[in-house]
């Protein structure tokens, strides 16, 4: 249950920054309400998440780092950003890294 909250937490986040994109200067009032509402309900599942028992430290960098690459993904892919090899690379040894804390943590 608890790695389903932590995913509700890192796709509320994505949701909230791929929406900062469309906010064209705060004078989009629907993007802005999602960027408020992806962030606000991060926030409130990361706290679940750390009550529910995950050690501050391997729920942060699993929540932001999943974010970051999830971001950077979707933007190359559906928002026509660039992405290059040295990028992918950085990108995968985030989702390393993550791992490695998430496997190294005793449970």
């Known amino acids: 249950m608890v790695y389903?909250?932590?995913?509700?937490?890192?796709?509320?986040?994505v949701l909230g920054?791929?929406?900062l994109r469309f906010v064209e200067g705060?004078?989009?009032?629907?993007?802005?309400m999602l960027v408020v509402l992806g962030y606000?309900?991060?926030?409130?599942?990361l706290a679940n998440?750390?009550?529910?028992g995950i050690p501050v430290g391997v729920a942060y960098a699993i929540w932001s780092g999943a974010g970051v690459a999830l971001v950077a993904l979707i933007g190359a892919t559906f928002l026509n950003e660039s992405i290059t090899t040295t990028q992918l690379l950085g990108?995968?040894?985030i989702i390393g890294g993550v791992v490695a804390l998430e496997a190294g943590g005793a449970h």
């Open 49 to 52: 998440v750390l009550r529910m």
């Open 4 to 13: 389903i909250v932590l995913a509700a937490a890192i796709l509320s986040e």
């Open 17 to 19: 920054t791929i929406s």
């Open 40 to 45: 606000g309900a991060a926030f409130v599942a």
């Open 26 to 32: 705060l004078s989009r009032p629907l993007p802005l």
């Open 91 to 93: 990108i995968a040894l």
